[in-house]
Each structure stands twice: as structure tokens, then as C-alpha cells.
């Protein structure tokens, strides 16, 4: 199942945007979630990831700026980007999987991601 990504868009610096990502229950309820980002010319890197627990990692490169959350009832997970800067563009992906798979991003495909721009 392809996961798809929504809520990217352009912002300036500083600015904030909130990404949604919808899964499906038999995927949401079992698996981490984790938000991924790859900028042109670069690989896709994991951004943050949130357990069935609600337990949290994050990049280094944006602690204290992003927050990842999920919402059961919803089947939800979002990721709220806070104090942006023109280094997070970058097409964000959404993906599901064991916390392994998620740590090396190593699915087989993935969703349509959302493209989010900063400006300077």
C-alpha cells in the first residue's frame, strides 16, 4: 500500500506547515510511522518517526522545530514544522512498517509525496 502525503506547499522562512498522511487501520494500528524527506540531489532521509506508543525520534537536523503525532481515530499521522528554513525543501514521503524497515527506509515503493518549499 502507497502511502500519500499531503499539505506541503511554499512558505517563508520561519513559517510553519502542518503534513497529514491517512493510512489504512490495518497498517496504522500495528506499525511505526515515520515522515522522510529528499531534497534534489540528495537521498531520502528519515525525519522523525512516532511508535504505535506514541514514542518519538527525530532527525538531529530538525529537533525542536517538527513534531510527529498520530490520531487513532483518524488513522492519522501528521508532522507539524515549526521555525522553517530553506535547507527542509524537499518532497516529503510518508511510509509504515516495523521500526527496522522504518530506520532504513527500505520499502519496497512509496506514495506520492508533498513537495514543500522555504524561501529565504
Known amino acids: 500500500v502507497q502511502l500519500q502525503a499531503s499539505g506541503g506547499g511554499l512558505v517563508q522562512a520561519g513559517g510553519s506547515l502542518r503534513l497529514s498522511c491517512a493510512a489504512p487501520?490495518?497498517?496504522?494500528?500495528?506499525?511505526?510511522m515515520g515522515w522522510y524527506r529528499q531534497a534534489p540531489g540528495k537521498q531520502r532521509e528519515l525525519v522523525a518517526a512516532?511508535?504505535?506508543?506514541?514514542?518519538?525520534n527525530y532527525a538531529d537536523s530538525v529537533k525542536g522545530r517538527f513534531t510527529i503525532s498520530r490520531d487513532k481515530a483518524k488513522n492519522t499521522v501528521y508532522l507539524q514544522m515549526n521555525s522553517l528554513k530553506p535547507e527542509d525543501t524537499a518532497v516529503y514521503y510518508c511510509?509504515?512498517?516495523?521500526?527496522?524497515?522504518?530506520?532504513?527506509?527500505?520499502?519496497?515503493?512509496w506514495g506520492q509525496g508533498t513537495q514543500v518549499t522555504v524561501s529565504s
Open positions: 512516532i511508535t504505535t506508543g506514541g514514542n518519538t
Open positions: 511510509n509504515a512498517g516495523s521500526p527496522s524497515v522504518v530506520l532504513r527506509g527500505s520499502y519496497d515503493s
Open positions: 487501520r490495518s497498517i496504522f494500528s500495528i506499525n511505526v
